[in-house]
Nanobody, 124 residues
Framework: QVQLVESRGGLVQAGGSLRLSCAASGLTFSSYVMAWFRQAPGKEREFVAFITWSGATTYYADSVQGRFTISKDNAKNTVWLQMNSLKPEDTALYYC?????????????????WGRGTQVTVSS
């Protein structure tokens, strides 16, 4: 049974930092593209970042480029999202997702496995 479990998010002031993790089990982690998406109330799910199976390639949404960093450790079956210089508009439910065999995608439809999400709230 595949499970993706995000770490607890939290409340942070604008300009602050937060690091999310996602622990995977039940899959061959090293074969998967891993991604983070987010969804704010009343809005569609939005791509944040992905990292390829080897970790060699990363891709970010324009809105987070230069502020967020995605990384993974295949030995630990874990992917992280380091979020710096947070803004109130980063407030959302953040989801971890996994895609087997792909090259990476900004579309949520490409990802088969999903975590339950973790709330990140940035106060102004």
């Amino acid at each position: 049974q595949v499970q993706l479990v995000e770490s607890r998010g939290g409340l942070v002031q604008a300009g602050g930092s937060l690091r999310l993790s996602c622990a995977a089990s039940g899959l061959t982690f090293s074969s998967y593209v891993m991604a983070w998406f987010r969804q704010a109330p009343g809005k569609e799910r939005e791509f944040v970042a992905f990292i390829t199976w080897s970790g060699a390639t990363t891709y970010y949404a324009d809105s987070v480029q230069g502020r967020f960093t995605i990384s993974k450790d295949n030995a630990k079956n874990t992917v992280w999202l380091q979020m710096n210089s947070l803004k109130p508009e980063d407030t959302a439910l953040y989801y971890c997702a996994a895609d087997l065999g792909g090259l990476g995608s900004r579309s949520y439809q490409a990802y088969y496995y999903w975590g339950r999400g973790t709330q990140v709230t940035v106060s102004s």
